[in-house]
């Protein structure tokens, strides 16, 4: 005879995922892990009840969205919330396997001892396991109004297709992408490192964050692209002893064995492996159909699809390109692909040393990466025969060049500036006039034919873009 769990080992389950109802705080070990810096801006629209709306916390595995749940409990708490009002419930574990969301809801406000109708926060972690979880937590929205309803899932393919889908005015996402550098930096307590500077850029003066100590923030901007993206990571010397496993296994292959496959009805998963495998090893480089399909055996037409996949998972970005005078081609034959975050390319192969030949991809990946924390911006590559460079900004306006730049991890520019023939045309050709180049660990302007040049350590560039997009992002 098969015995079915019973209501009371549910209530027990409850009770013990939610232990500042006793002790009226969050455990003490998460209450020692560092805040992202994106938590910040995730906590307001916890807080913000004015408009009603359940708040979708999504994002790759291991960026840290459980940890970033329990400081909000901590954080609720602390303003005065009644710690028995705050319900936390873990989808994935099997005892709440078949139960409704608002079943459990209904079991937790139970398990609390409490009568109160209102004013609850309920927090579902893992939301993908639940079956059709998007019309259920809708249908919660609607019928508790005086609730907060926060939900978080790692398929983030899967979530973003559905909270769009179905979540329509009753959904607000967030996503919480991998580390920033300038994350990176303030989890590891290396702030001090640190110093601005002010810079001449575009006939404007801006602020600038560099280091008077370059060679230590270019030691940690190695280890950042070797294992920086996620925060388990870098807190870890085990783990970064052997990334590959660690990385492998939790992220990579549970994304490419296991959420995209169920999601999207991939029934040949070595396809998609060999795909990403060649695309992590590459990153950086230019791709058309043709190559990609010879390199990764993976037949074109399957191909555009499977691109599409791994960019809903947020592993990987493509980039477009235009010509040397700014425009877009009629036909997109070629494309760049990036991965979203660098240290997945060493956990799959090995880590890099600064003078390993693939560093530059590297350099050139951790960048873009910070860019691609700009959800409202879009990065181009210019490419036309004999000549390219790394990165534009084109007006939304305009669709007109308005910024160039050009990754280099070498200070040999800095001394030969004229070897930058490719940046020249381009700015010649679209009236540019203030490229940025980056290098190893020099810096200063330098003019050249007309052109000023400003040249950046690339570390200090990565850093800049980050902090200045949460900056952004808070103001916004």
């Not at 969205?65 to 909000?72: D, R």
């Not at 791709?287 to 993976?298: A, R, Y």
């Amino acid at each position: 005879m098969i015995k079915k769990i019973s209501k009371n080992q549910v209530l027990d389950r409850i009770r013990f995922e939610n232990p500042w109802w006793v002790d009226g705080h969050i455990e003490d070990d998460y209450n020692q892990m560092p805040r992202r810096l994106y938590f910040d801006l995730f906590k307001p629209l916890v807080y913000e009840r004015e408009i009603r709306r359940a708040v979708v916390l999504m994002g790759p595995r291991r960026v840290g969205k459980t940890v970033m749940l329990f400081h909000l409990v901590e954080d609720l708490i602390q303003n005065g919330v009644n710690p028995k009002k705050i319900i936390f419930i873990t989808i994935e574990n099997p005892i709440y396997n078949n139960i409704p969301l608002e079943q459990l809801f209904s079991y937790a406000k139970e398990a609390t001892g409490l009568k109160d109708k209102e004013d609850w926060h309920i927090i579902y972690d893992e939301i993908q396991y639940c079956r059709d979880w998007e019309v259920h937590l809708k249908s919660l929205v609607d019928s508790y109004r005086k609730d907060k309803f926060i939900v978080s899932g790692s398929a983030a393919a899967a979530l973003k297709f559905a909270s769009t889908e179905s979540g329509a005015g009753r959904f607000t996402d967030f996503l919480l992408p991998p580390l920033t550098f300038n994350e990176y930096i303030s989890l590891k307590g290396l702030d001090r490192i640190i110093t601005t500077t002010k810079l001449k850029w575009k006939e404007h003066i801006t602020e600038f964050y560099t280091s008077s100590h370059l060679d230590e923030l270019n030691k940690h901007f190695l280890d950042y692209i070797n294992f920086g993206g996620y925060p388990e990571v870098i807190f870890s010397e085990k783990i970064q002893a052997n990334p590959g496993r660690y990385i492998r296994q939790d992220i990579v292959d549970k994304v490419l064995l296991r959420d995209l496959p169920s999601l999207y009805g991939i029934s040949d998963t070595r396809e998609l492996n060999s795909l990403f495998t060649t695309i992590a090893y590459n990153s950086g480089g230019e791709f058309s159909l043709e190559t990609l399909s010879k390199q990764s055996q993976v037949p074109k037409n399957t191909l555009k699809k499977y691109i599409e996949y791994l960019e809903a998972a947020y592993l990987i970005k493509q980039v477009r390109r235009i010509d040397q005078s700014g425009k877009r081609f009629k036909r997109d034959n070629f494309f760049k692909i990036y991965l979203t975050n660098p240290s997945l390319r060493s956990a799959l192969f090995s880590p890099m040393s600064t003078t390993d030949e693939m560093m530059g991809n590297m350099v050139e990946t951790a960048i873009f990466a910070q860019w691609m924390h700009r959800d409202w911006f879009t990065p181009w590559y210019a490419r036309w025969t004999g000549g390219e460079v790394d990165m534009i900004g084109l007006s939304d306006s305009t669709l007109k060049p308005i910024w160039a730049l050009e990754i280099k991890w070498s200070n040999r520019y800095f001394d030969k500036p004229n070897a930058l023939k490719s940046l020249y045309k381009f700015c010649n050709e679209t009236h540019l006039n203030n490229p940025i180049v980056t290098t190893i660990d020099k810096e200063g302007e330098k003019e050249f034919k007309g052109i000023n040049i400003q040249f950046l350590p690339s570390s200090s560039y990565a850093y800049t873009v980050g902090k200045n997009t949460l900056e952004k992002k808070k103001n916004m």
